[in-house]
Every structure is written in structure tokens, then in C-alpha cells.
Nanobody, 121 residues
Framework: QVQLVESGGGLVQSGGSLRLSCAAS????????MGWYRQAPGKQRELVAS???????NYADSVKGRFSISRDNAKNTVYLQMNSLKPEDTAVYYC???????????????WGQGTQVTVSS
């Protein structure tokens, strides 16, 4: 089994910053793409940012220039630095990881439990 543990959410004023972390642990042979998604009340879950094991990144248009995703492969951890936060960034943020548990096993996605980010105006 693989576990994803998120941390770093909270309440911040508009214009402020937060840094989310997500650490993967368990039976991991290969940790491939990792990413952050968010879901606001009444809305579908959406991609915020992702990063491949090679470091290639992808961002939602709404966060480009404000958010930055990075990873520490030695720690199996992905980070999301969020700057210039806006009230519309308020959501539950979920970590997602694509993992191979064995060399011959197919890749499987895992999700974290979510962390609340609230931006006040």
C-alpha cells in the first residue's frame, strides 16, 4: 500500500502565501507523476499543477505565475508554493501520485486525504 500525507493548508488573507507538502510512503518501486488538484464547494475537482519524475511541470492557467510545484525525489515529497493567493483559490487541495509498487506492476494512482486552503478577502 501507498500513503500520501498532505500538510500546510490553512487560512490566509488575500495576497498571502502558503506552502503545501505531500509525502508518499509505503511500497514504492517508482514514483512517477505527482500533482495537486483542488475542489471547491459545488465544483468539480480540477488540476492545479503536476510534475513528472523528470521535473517537467504543468499548471492550470488560473495559477500560472503565482503557484510553483517542485519535488524532492529523495524524500518522495512534492510541494506546492502558492503566492498571491486569491479568495477564488479557496478549496480542498488533494495530492495525487502515480506509483509503481513493483517493476513489473502497472502504474496506479493514489490520492491524499486533502487539506483545506481558505483565502479571506
Amino acid at each position: 500500500q501507498v500513503q500520501l500525507v498532505e500538510s500546510g493548508g490553512g487560512l490566509v488573507q488575500s495576497g498571502g502565501s502558503l506552502r503545501l507538502s505531500c509525502a508518499a510512503s509505503g511500497n514504492i518501486f517508482s514514483l512517477n507523476t505527482m500533482g495537486w488538484y483542488r475542489q471547491a464547494p459545488g465544483k468539480q475537482r480540477e488540476l492545479v499543477a503536476s510534475i513528472t519524475d523528470g521535473g517537467r511541470t504543468n499548471y492550470a492557467d488560473s495559477v500560472k505565475g503565482r503557484f510553483s510545484i517542485s519535488r524532492d525525489n529523495a524524500k518522495n515529497t512534492v510541494y506546492l508554493q502558492m503566492n498571491s493567493l486569491k479568495p477564488e483559490d479557496t478549496a480542498v487541495y488533494y495530492c495525487r501520485a502515480v506509483v509503481q509498487v513493483q517493476a513489473v506492476a502497472p502504474s496506479t494512482q493514489y490520492w491524499g486525504q486533502g487539506t483545506q486552503v481558505t483565502v479571506s478577502s
